[in-house]
């Protein structure tokens, strides 16, 4: 059964990846799973229909029969352990990969979003700019300690897995702060999870959402 999975109609990053939708496209199109895509205006986010899909109102959801899912983190590993690619077959390796998956979303991607948030969101506010020392310095501590353990490897934790999706994923937010060119080992992590082929199948995805026109009524 082919999934769907919904997606903004009009990303507020205007098709820069960043969107979490991209990361359940990334993860089907590393498995070679066809998906279908139902795309949803902010004000539909908040209508009943998509409400009882995801209850934040919120992207992306995920569809397969009478599964209903939500939360980038749980529908990637739903579709890694529900195909092969994403999880190595060895139990531990698989649980090392799963660890990392957390880590990303956990502990990596809070202060990176709080950055993102102070810099887009609150950046009129007389205090953002006080703070923001702090909230950079929470940023590098954290890519301070993922770049020793990355140290010279080409992923977290042997092959590819989808640790490596999430946390690449996440890295990917910190583009344009330029901080993530202060980790070399980091930039190169990010730069081969953007080469691999299955990332750029899903980037053009959503970049395409994003650049055609909408129908007019």
Known sequence: MTPTIT????????????ARDTRVRWALEEVGQPYAVRLVS?????????????????????EEGDLALFETGS??????ER??????????ARARAISWMFAAVNTIEPPILELVTARILESD???TWE??????????????????????????????????????????R??????????????????????????KRAFAAQLAVNTSELPTA
């Open 7 to 18: 997606a903004f109609e009009r990303s507020p990053d205007g098709g820069k990846g960043l």
């Open 42 to 62: 902010f004000q539909a986010m908040k209508e009943p229909a998509h409400l009882a899909l995801h209850p934040f109102g919120q992207i992306p959801t995920y």
């Open 75 to 80: 529908i990637v590993l739903h579709i890694a």
């Open 83 to 92: 195909h092969a690619g994403l999880l190595p077959d060895d139990a531990n």
């Open 125 to 127: 506010k007389p205090w």
């Open 131 to 172: 703070r923001m020392p702090l909230v950079v310095d929470r940023v590098r501590d954290r890519l301070r300690q993922l770049a020793a353990r990355l140290g010279d490897a080409d992923w977290l934790d042997g092959k590819f897995s989808a640790g490596d999706l999430m946390m690449v994923s996440v890295l990917l």
């Open 174 to 199: 910190l583009r344009m702060s330029g901080i993530l060119d202060e980790f070399p080992n980091l930039a190169a992590y990010v730069a081969r999870g953007e080469a691999r082929p299955a990332y």
